[in-house]
């Protein structure tokens, strides 16, 4: 076994690629003289979205910038050259979804494999004496492995967790009053508090009530962890998607390797600027004091596992106990849109995620204090002429791919409506 504490192995290209369209290159080269529509900062979901409808709908030219050597934002994936699997270089990404027009959009882009992601737990209520494996979120299973508590029905379950439901969520102020209000003082121990430690650097009590009420407590034993009627991998993985969406665009230029902060002097003439990125970080120069975000790492190591074996028994294994510092292991070779060869071959990479404070901004960090902080530089991105905000960044809000593909859809028919665009 090798271990690393790093982001990711080094990307390759995958054989099964598309050559790189001619539009995207690296640094502020071959821009065109008469300037742009847009420039947009950030090749991630929001922006290439908004890139790609205003292309499309509106026949406007686009320039993208982003100061990483590649597209897709978080969503970047690769063949790892080493193993053959294929890697999220920022953590794994897992696309569901309710919205039917979110489901038409991206199925223009890629192929998709039927996949509901299932997540297990491994759960030390002895301290040290032993794991024990359980569904998540928490469900009759859970209960009764954990607890003993032979729940044979919805009715049973209720009733379990009725009677040691502790307060009304309605009136829960903070993240513990809201899960001990849903799951009682047992499951919130074990499942709930100490999870939230490790994510966030705070105790629940610490936290909003709607972060830890984002996690179900589920009556029956369904294991799945999303719920949404479509749920899907793309084939080919989620790079491919950015690299479809921008192909054969004659109007959207990309360039990488480009910060907006050291080189926005030096941008092209463009009508409109739209800002993907860290709210608070475009107004740095305001003199207000920083929006509070969580990071990741992960330690990555190789086992040398027999042809077809895995490490874990899931995708995604939590580890909500303080035994171990990290908060799940990811297992990338579960994924059924891995290369045969990979998926059927010996060893396996698996990662050790750790949430930290420092590093690209991942989580926004909710409570009145950020949230009362936000609200004033919503209210100065108001004001900003020809920029326009749009994101998880921009917006101060945690979005699944899918709530970001809807957000800038939306924001797109609404700038359009406006006169913005």
Known sequence: MASSHVPAPSPSPSSASPPPASNVASGLVDLRPSGYDLVIVGCGLSGCVIAERASAVLGLTSLIIDKRSHIGGNCFDYIDEASGLRISQYGVHLFHTKSERVWEYVNRFEEWMPYCHRVKAKVDLQRGNGYQLTSLPPNRETVNTLFDANVT???????????????????????????????????????????????????????????????PVRLDEDNRYFTDEHQALPKHGYTRIFENLLHGHKDIDVRLDVDFFNEKDKLPKHTTLVFTGPIDAYFASQGMPKLEYRSLTWDVEYHDTEPCETYQEALQVNYPGMEVPYTRIVE?????????????????????????????????????????????????????????????????????????????LELFDAWKAEGKL
Do not use: C
Request: charge should be negative.
């Open 153 to 215: 029905s919805e009715e049973d379950m209720e009733a379990w967790l009725a009677s040691r439901r502790v307060g009304n969520v309605e009136d829960a102020k903070n993240g513990e009053e809201s899960a001990l209000s849903r799951a009682g003082p047992e499951l919130y121990e074990a499942i709930f508090k100490y999870y939230t430690y490790k994510q966030w650097d705070r105790l629940p009590d610490q936290m909003d009530a709607s972060v830890l009420a984002r996690i």
């Open 332 to 408: 990338y070779k579960h994924k059924p849109n891995q290369p045969v060869k990979a998926k059927e071959g010996k060893g396996t990479l698996i990662f050790k995620e750790f949430s930290v404070d420092d590093g690209d901004p991942y989580y926004p960090v909710p409570n009145p204090a950020n949230r009362d902080l936000y609200e004033k530089y919503r209210e100065l991105a108001e004001k900003e002429q020809g920029v326009l905000f749009v994101g998880r960044l921009a917006s101060y809000k945690y979005f699944n791919m899918d709530q970001a593909i809807l957000n800038a």
